[in-house]
């Protein structure tokens, strides 16, 4: 089976940077997602990491350490409209796309 | 709009009852997902439909059945209702079942489901 670890919650003050922890169990990996969702809304794609590494794109990367079944979101220049929940998610076997339980981010001013 | 469409956004229904939940795909998508998503919770995995078959199955009760249709657009069956199938039940879909494809998902806006 998959399981997947993150925080529950972090709050982070506008202009800071913040770093949303991941790690995953599974049998079969191809990689790892992150996702946002407001509150009420659909999830959205943010990134996806197959490889060890860190992706950038814009204000948010994301890393990956497979040897370590680890990975993070980092998120720079925090804006009120980053509040959102944060769920990563990792494609294992048999390409089953599983969700962690989310990591709910409140920017403060 | 994400291009995937979920038709109802809401329902309340009583228990016991039988709902259909309908959605379509993002054009040129060929996979479809369902996710349940209850207060506060994650999303929890309950289908995948590639191109009119089943690929992959989550934890998805015995109540609840789904299908992909020729034109690919897919129903979620929900019967013999209880309160606790109360939650957001969320459509998703992706060009593949497989490669980098297949972790891009798009997701509808979500049917809203409260069983009284």
């Known amino acids: 089976g998959q399981s997947l670890e993150q925080p529950s919650e972090v709050t982070a003050v506008e202009g800071a940077i913040v770093q949303i922890n991941c790690t995953y169990q599974t049998s079969g990996f191809y990689g790892l997602s992150w996702y946002q969702q407001h509150d009420g809304g659909a999830p959205t794609f943010l990134s996806y990491n197959a490889l060890d590494g860190l992706e950038e794109t814009g204000r948010f990367s994301s890393f990956l350490s497979r040897s370590d079944s680890y990975g993070y979101l980092l998120l720079q220049e925090l804006q009120m409209k980053d509040s959102a929940s944060y769920f990563c998610?990792?494609?294992?076997?048999?390409?089953?796309?599983?969700f962690g339980t989310g990591t709910q981010l409140k920017v403060e001013l | 709009d994400s291009g995937v469409t979920q038709t109802p956004k809401h329902l309340i229904t009583a228990t016991g009852q039988r709902v259909t939940l309908r959605c379509s795909p993002r054009?040129?998508?060929?996979?479809v997902y369902w996710y349940q998503q209850s207060l506060d919770q994650g999303l929890q995995f309950l289908i995948q439909?590639?191109?009119?078959?089943?690929?992959a199955k989550g934890n998805i009760l015995e109540r609840f059945s789904a299908q992909q249709f020729p034109d690919l657009h897919s129903e979620l069956n929900l019967s013999s209702l209880e309160l606790g199938d109360s939650a957001l039940y969320f459509c998703a879909s992706s060009v593949s079942f497989s490669g980098p494809g297949a972790n891009v998902l798009t997701f509808g806006a979500g049917s809203r489901l409260t069983v009284l």
């Open positions: 998610a990792v494609t294992g076997g048999g390409n089953k796309l599983t």
């Open positions: 054009s040129g998508d060929l996979s």
């Open positions: 439909y590639y191109n009119g078959e089943e690929r």
